[in-house]
């Protein structure tokens, strides 16, 4: 099922709009979602399928799945696979069948004959290095090159004969003949195919010539019947040719190209050759850790698809370029979750409370709301003991003004149980805090002490019906805004140290055991986690992901 419409309006959609109301376009709007398979998708491509599937859905038109799979090298089944998983947890369906652009490489070949036979292609054997002397510079038209004259009967010989496999890598190279002295160097002759002896994914080994992403690109819009092709800004000097290659072949339609702003996003790196480099060399745990921005990572930390949705909604579409804080995306995900989050109790730091005036003996069954806020989602049982666990963070031996939380001869309460006095601190041979004796007000439960304040609140979980779990708490990959800025220097100087903290011995209310929300949980005072079922079987017991803070503290 796909996901609802956009409701905000952006510039593509009143460009359509205008069109239509003009008569300029008549009939089923049609986009296309067109990924390389060299790497998994991240959030920056959220943007794009939110876009062409939004428009699609907004015009009642249809939206088309294809991989732009012309560089087998850097290509395979497994990015594929990951692709189409991201494009439907994001809530779209494609239309019909997935498209691949090596569907086209026939006809793509045959385009190709048919520039050489009007003139407008040729073979070239310059090296790589004197092409791009050849190409001049933005300062300098190019100089054509020693073979851009050659017979029309000449050039098909030897296309032939680079699909035959007559020839080596880079030795020949079949170039479209434009304008050297064109101000956009993208006109300058570019190549159109190029040898390449590697096994295609979804062709094998029948083509040993692979044709360039600008002359696919635009051919496989057409053959497709993609009435606009939405781009991201950068491709917006490549237009002119792809319009160039599309009048100048026999394609049965002629795709409008309009190109918009990427996704830029602080602390952030939305390249997918770098984001490549980081699971190379092993900085993170794969494509899908949960710290990096790629849709999987995203959600593996807990991510929902609704706060992709929204965020991509709250940013927009427009032509200007700019960065986007990172906040906007912690606050699209705590949205979401804040309404729909069941909550739970977890102590990340255990420290043991003994209640010494209750009964070693006996146990309580206290009844909690799944969500305060929401009492359709239900009710939950913790079990209250004579040994319980608090979080080490909640007790000062020295309270600080205006503290929250337990000190010695102080009262705290505890979350949905009773109110509770310290009153003597047990620690080992080394000095280190290792028990806290306390007193509980058997009085206390459900309403408020009489003769004396408590504290504040803080969570707890019993020390005997209450399950050990660890605690990934992930936080921002880099600690510079652009770590991938060239004046920055390498982007893995910019590393943050603290992006991940696991905190082993965790313990968490028993139903956690099992987690029966495919949502993250509100670890009440602590943040969003979300259950990492790869981590919990290799561990043995649960892990939880921290997805994102109660509230923005970065700046902190």
């Not at 490549?276 to 060399?281: H, I, N």
């Not at 504290?455 to 990959?477: K, M, P």
Request: with cysteine.
């Amino acid at each position: 099922m796909s996901a609802e419409p956009k409701k905000a309006h952006n510039f593509i959609q009143s460009l359509i709009e205008d069109a239509v109301a003009k008569g300029a376009h008549t009939g089923t709007v049609v986009t296309r979602f067109p990924p390389e398979p060299n790497g998994y998708l991240h959030v920056g491509h959220a943007k794009a399928i939110c876009l062409n599937f939004g428009i699609a859905n907004t015009f009642g038109g249809e939206c088309n799945l294809r991989f732009d799979d012309t560089n087998p090298e850097k290509e395979s089944q497994e990015y594929i696979s990951a692709i189409k998983a991201d494009v439907e947890w994001l809530g779209y369906q494609w239309q019909g069948k997935v498209h691949f652009a090596s569907d086209y490489f026939d006809a793509l070949y045959n385009f190709a004959e048919e520039l050489i036979e009007r003139g407008n292609a040729y073979v070239c054997a310059l090296s790589a290095d004197e092409m791009a002397d050849y190409r001049g510079s933005l300062k300098e038209p190019g100089r054509n090159s020693p073979y851009r004259e050659r017979a029309v009967e000449e050039n098909l010989k030897l296309f032939r004969q680079m699909r035959d496999g007559d020839f080596q890598n880079g030795e020949m190279v079949l170039r479209a003949k434009i304008d050297m002295a064109s101000p956009n160097i993208n006109m300058r002759d570019p190549i159109l195919y190029r040898i390449r002896y590697a096994e295609h994914h979804q062709t094998g080994n029948k083509w040993c010539i692979y044709p360039m992403y600008d002359y696919t690109h635009p051919i496989s819009d057409a053959l497709e019947g993609i009435t606009h092709s939405l781009c991201t800004l950068e491709f917006e000097d490549h237009r002119p040719l792809y319009d160039w290659v599309l009048d100048n072949i026999s394609v049965p339609c002629h795709p409008r190209q309009i190109e918009f702003a990427r996704l830029n996003l602080n602390y952030t790196i939305t390249s997918k050759r770098k984001l490549k480099r980081l699971v190379d060399e092993h900085i993170v745990d794969g494509w899908d850790d949960p710290r990096m921005p790629t849709i999987s990572g995203l959600r593996r930390r807990g991510y929902t698809p609704e706060s992709l949705r929204t965020f991509c909604d709250m940013i927009g579409v427009n032509k200007a370029g700019g960065t986007v804080d990172m906040g906007m995306l912690e606050f699209a995900i705590r949205e979401d979750l804040n309404i729909r989050s069941p909550r739970a109790m977890c102590v990340m730091r255990p420290l043991k409370v003994t209640l010494t005036n209750y009964p070693a003996d006996k146990t309580e069954t206290l009844v909690l709301p799944v969500h305060p806020q929401n009492p359709d989602m239900g009710s939950r049982e913790v079990t209250w003991s004579q040994t319980l666990f608090i979080d080490r963070e909640d007790f000062a031996l020295e309270a600080p003004r205006k503290w929250k939380r337990l000190a010695p001869d102080q009262a705290v309460r505890l979350r949905g149980g009773y109110v509770m006095t310290c009153r003597e601190i047990i620690r080992d041979q080394s000095g280190e805090i290792v028990e806290l004796k306390c007193e509980y007000d058997e009085n206390t439960l459900g309403v408020n002490p009489e003769g004396y304040k408590p504290n504040g609140v803080i969570h707890w979980v019993s020390a005997t019906d209450s399950v050990e779990c660890d605690i990934n708490v992930y936080d921002r990959l880099f600690n510079a805004e652009t770590p991938d800025s060239d004046k920055e220097g390498d982007m893995l100087d910019h590393l943050n140290p603290h992006s991940l903290v696991v905190l082993q011995g965790a313990r968490a209310e028993r139903n956690l055991a099992s987690p029966a929300s495919d949502l993250p949980y509100q670890f009440e005072r602590e943040g969003y986690f979300f259950f990492d079922q790869k981590l919990t079987e290799k561990a043995g017991k649960p892990v939880f992901n921290r997805t994102v803070t109660l509230r923005d503290s970065w700046g902190k």
